[in-house]
């Protein structure tokens, strides 16, 4: 499978908690993104990185949230201390970046529950 | 601020009927509009694109249009499918958004036999 994988597809923890979550994009594309999708509600924009580099980061992500693809391939998400409000589906998406009018792939999303 | 909406929120229709989705943006400048299908517990799948200069486009039984100078766009189902419930969610990329990408909230549509 080429697509877009994100690993653990399901994640249940306890209040305080840090949780990693790590998403391989397609082979060959530069750009990675982060969003958050709660229940009826289109994806939330987190960050994006082109190639290792963090260009942009929501204010949604606060201090307890990091991103890193230290060699522009996979990429990890970690929200350290983890709140109920932190449960979602987190979504990662990667594209080649030469064209704004190029398909953005997503992966199956890791779903986060905060108990 | 750059926001789009969709209309309605959600939908139930009877299998072999049409149905068509809106989505109203007040992204700019405008780069192109997407429609994804996500699946429950999915990941979102591209459908159609449209840049600025294209009115309509169609993927099998979908068909996208798009009136820039309105700002709005429709997703028509046809002869819908029990496969196609799910939610279908707008999103608009603007030139200059460093992310490229606004979503809208979706439409979940269930089709029922």
């Known amino acids: 499978d080429t697509g877009v994988s994100q690993d653990p597809r399901h994640k249940i923890t306890k209040r305080g908690q840090n949780v990693t979550f790590r998403c391989d994009p397609i082979?060959?594309?530069?750009?990675l993104y982060w969003y958050r999708q709660t229940l009826g509600q289109g994806p939330e924009f987190l960050t994006y990185?082109?190639?290792?580099?963090?260009?942009?980061k929501s204010r949604l992500l606060s201090d307890r949230f990091s991103a890193e693809r230290p060699k522009g391939s996979f990429s990890t998400l970690e929200i350290q201390r983890t709140e109920q409000g932190d449960s979602a589906m987190y979504l990662c998406?990667?594209?080649?970046?030469?064209?704004?009018?190029?398909?953005?792939?997503f992966g199956p999303g890791t779903r986060l529950l905060v108990l | 601020k750059n926001q789009v909406e969709q209309s309605p929120q959600s939908l139930i229709i009877l299998e072999g009927k049409n149905c068509t989705l809106q989505?109203?943006?007040?992204?700019?400048?405008?780069?192109?509009l997407r429609w994804y299908k996500q699946d429950t517990g999915r990941g979102p799948v591209s459908l159609t694109i449209?840049?600025?200069?294209?009115n309509t486009k169609s993927n099998g039984r979908y068909t996208a249009t798009l009136d820039a100078d309105t700002k709005q766009s429709s997703l028509h189902i046809t002869a819908s499918q029990l496969s196609d419930s799910a939610s279908y969610i707008c999103?608009?990329?603007?030139?200059?958004?460093?992310?490229?990408?606004?979503f809208g909230p979706g439409t979940r549509l269930s089709v029922l036999p």
């Open positions: 998406a990667s594209r080649t970046g030469q064209s704004n009018q190029e398909t953005q792939y």
């Open positions: 999103v608009v990329s603007a030139l200059d958004y460093g992310q490229n990408f606004v």
């Open positions: 990185f082109q190639n290792e580099a963090q260009l942009e």
């Open positions: 449209m840049t600025f200069s294209e």
């Open positions: 989505c109203n943006y007040t992204v700019s400048p405008f780069s192109n």
């Open positions: 082979s060959e594309h530069n750009r």
